[in-house]
């Protein structure tokens, strides 16, 4: 009985203080992370996106490299321009979970809501998705929002005794929001509409024309991606549906890793909370919605997972559907510690990771995103000089991870990828201009170059050879090429 907590009877899992001091140190180092790591990977694709504005994209909705676009335009080509977006939005998660625990918490809301932030700031999946900028920052923001004033307006909603649409559609708009930062945002829709259908309560609202107007405005948000597409033969459609993945020898190939992911993510001391939950037989006031949302989201990635590689941030809509509900069930104490726990030791091993050296050998375990985080700035400097010295035309590498981070290093938008295997980098590069031209390449350990890329120029000359090291341990290989005469594609 004394596991059944109730909002009047909410007490944290560990004292007050001992939950700030936890929040303090946890931000701090996330603040370090951001403020000390070097780009991630696609987080430097995306930054250069922000630099060709454009209605969308090829890969994901556009709001996030709008914002980046924005982010430079005000701060200039650095560090602080590509992640000032991501702190203002952990600032907004932080407001809006402050919010939900005045409604949720009552007289408790303070104790519910240091819980919560805590839980933000320690569990896996909120850790990562709130360090870099990838479109999940703002997906996070946005439908915690939207869950926000959905709950606002469906939790007491009875047909006798309706709430104001206002914040029907405000979390409509958020919701558009939300899918326009990227797809799997629509979860948290589809999610919401499974509640009003099975929940009896609300299912007077499918005979609402509210209902479909609010629908309406969230797809009206939606009309930069689909005008892009149809520009573009609804290229990020296809993309999306058909392309992203090569496909799985076998079915369990991606269920089990998916499964994993959840295990690891989320940790394993959550598992049991989030189980409590999902089963609790008489739901609390607004928790309906948030099940269904789980559950819908979850449910989706799991079939996805049946055809393609599910990676593990896409059911974030789930996960963020959790967070404002689960130190309600985060019992008992030493469960909340040992999360706090496992989620520190991530954090500090993500800061000697990205901002240190690797902590494994990347070239056994082929960790790429760790070792591409070291070593740009000189190799940088190096093909600036190299171009200037041979009068290339432009710079370009095989692929579109090394195009990108070698061009926000360089502070060049011009930098291009060559890949055979389409890209953003495709929409921006006019083959017709560059033809006859010469290039600096770069090729590395992780994405050499191939006989279809040097096909490409009538002459290809290597250069020289720079060795990337982090206190003596090899961590990447960067070859410089002198490439002549490109003959464009076929």
């Known amino acids: 009985m004394a596991q059944n907590v109730t909002r009047a009877a909410f007490r944290p899992p560990l ?40 209605l969308s994209y090829y890969d994901h909705p556009p709001l996030n490299a709008w914002m980046q676009g924005l982010a430079g335009a005000l701060f200039g080509w650095n560090r602080f ?46 850790v990562a998705v709130t360090a870099v900028a990838l479109p999940d920052h703002l997906m996070l923001t946005f439908g915690l929002a939207s869950l926000l004033f959905f709950h606002a307006y469906l939790a007491d909603w009875r047909v006798d005794r309706p709430t104001p649409e206002r914040d029907l559609f405000i979390a409509a708009l958020l919701l558009g929001l939300a899918v326009l930062s990227k797809y799997n945002g629509a979860f948290i829709g589809f999610g919401v509409l499974a509640a009003i259908v099975f929940i009896p309560r609300l299912r007077p609202l499918l005979r609402r024309w509210q209902t479909y107007a609010a629908a309406a405005l969230a797809l009206l948000v939606q009309w930069p991606v689909l005008a892009w597409n149809m520009e573009n033969g609804f290229a990020s459609f296809g993309f999306i549906l058909a392309g992203r993945h090569e496909g799985l020898a076998q079915r369990a190939d991606g269920v089990v890793p998916f499964l994993i992911s959840i295990l690891v993510f989320l940790s394993p001391f959550a598992l049991w909370p989030i189980g409590k939950f999902l089963a609790k037989a008489g739901l609390a006031k607004g928790e309906g919605v948030a099940r269904a949302i ?9 079939a996805v997972s049946l055809v393609t590689t599910a990676l593990f ?3 974030l809509p789930a996960y963020l559907a959790l967070l404002p509900f689960l130190a309600f069930h985060f ?51 190096r093909v600036a000089a190299l171009r200037a010295e041979h009068g290339a035309g432009f710079v370009a590498t095989p692929d579109y991870t090394t195009a990108a981070l070698l061009g926000y290093a360089m502070a060049d938008p011009s930098v291009t990828s060559l890949s055979p295997r389409r890209d953003q980098f495709d929409f921006w590069f006019d083959d ?11 090729a590395d350990n992780w994405r050499p170059l191939r006989p279809e890329i040097e096909a490409l120029f009538e002459t290809l000359e290597r250069l020289e050879t720079r060795e990337v090291e982090r206190f003596g341990k090899w961590l990447n290989t960067h070859t410089l090429y002198l490439a002549r005469g490109y003959r464009g594609e076929e």
Not at 19 to 31: F, M
Not at 338 to 351: D, E, K, M, P, V
Not at 437 to 442: E, G, M, N
């Open 81 to 126: 321009s590509l992640r000032i977006m991501v702190g203002l939005a952990l600032v907004a998660d932080i407001a809006i979970l402050w919010i939900f625990a005045r409604r949720l918490g009552g007289a408790a809301k303070e104790g519910v809501f240091w819980t919560t932030l805590v839980l933000l700031l320690a569990t896996p999946i909120y």
């Open 313 to 315: 941030h896409w059911n």
């Open 15 to 54: 004292p007050i203080v001992w939950l700030k001091l936890a929040a303090g140190l946890l931000i701090l180092g996330k603040l370090y992370l951001m403020a000390m790591a070097g780009p991630f990977m696609d987080e430097a694709y995306y930054w250069m996106w922000g630099q060709h504005p454009a």
């Open 294 to 302: 789980v559950v819908v989201s979850t449910l989706g990635i799991l």
């Open 432 to 442: 017709a201009l560059h033809k006859g031209t010469d290039a600096i390449l770069l």
């Open 331 to 381: 019992r008992p104490a030493w469960l909340y510690a040992a999360h706090l726990l496992y989620g520190s030791a991530l954090l500090l091993g993500l800061i000697v990771n990205y901002t240190i050296m690797p902590i494994g050998d990347v070239r056994q375990i082929r960790d790429e995103a760790s070792a591409w985080v070291y070593g740009w700035e000189e190799t940088a400097d």
